[in-house]
């Protein structure tokens, strides 16, 4: 949308120069022909409808470069994916991860997909905050997990690869009520991160 709207502020800038370009004497014998009554415009007028031109071609190439570098921002770029992924990757890789006894995540974003996109976007340093996808493979289990991360903008993937190992020393038994033992216990988990670049 916004790349569109900067196409049309250049060519409207182009038009306006050429305008600015046609010569006096060109326009006087136009005028002529449609109103050979009117009176002849005096040489300032066609400098200050020069001038007012000009400055209307410069706004609009001014305009429809901010509006590209706006679009820039909103999108990805590959070496922008590739240094969060690699960073995030590095990050999540002894990632201490609980579950409930029913094996429910304790906290929604352990789940694998918004955890992976979430530190990416954080580690994506200038790029947007938005926009990163992580697409789970068919046959995924909670121990064995593969997902495709992309990016808006961006051309590159990457595929992650998680697995979940059990860490009985990261067990956590929350206190009861009155402050003696707790009556369940949330099991421990450390998660082991690769990625390579591609789809999975």
């Known amino acids: 949308m916004l790349t569109q709207l900067s196409i049309i502020l250049f060519v409207l800038a182009a038009l306006l120069l050429l305008m600015a370009c046609v010569k006096a004497q060109r326009v006087r014998s136009w005028r002529e022909s449609l109103n050979p009554s009117a009176p002849e415009a005096p040489d300032a007028a066609f400098v ?37 992924v690699e960073q995030a990757t590095y990050e999540l890789d002894g990632f201490l991860y609980r579950v409930d006894e ?80 707790g009556t369940y216990t949330e099991l421990g988990y450390r998660l082991t991160v690769t990625t390579q670049e591609g789809a999975c």
Request: with cysteine.
């Open 102 to 181: 029913s094996g429910e995540p304790v906290v929604r974003i352990y789940e694998y997909e918004t955890l992976v996109e979430s530190e990416v976007v954080e580690n994506g340093g200038d790029a947007p905050q938005d926009g990163v996808a992580a697409s789970a493979a068919e046959g995924n289990t909670d121990a064995d997990a593969y997902f495709t991360l992309s990016a808006n903008g961006a051309d590159a993937e990457f595929c992650v690869h998680i697995e979940r190992v059990r860490s009985k020393e990261d067990d956590y038994t929350p206190p009861g009520i009155t402050g003696g033992e």
């Open 48 to 84: 200050v409808a020069r001038i007012v031109l000009i400055a209307m071609a410069a706004v609009c190439a001014v305009m429809g470069f901010r509006g590209l570098g706006v679009q820039d921002r909103w999108k990805w770029s590959d070496d922008e994916l590739k240094s969060a």
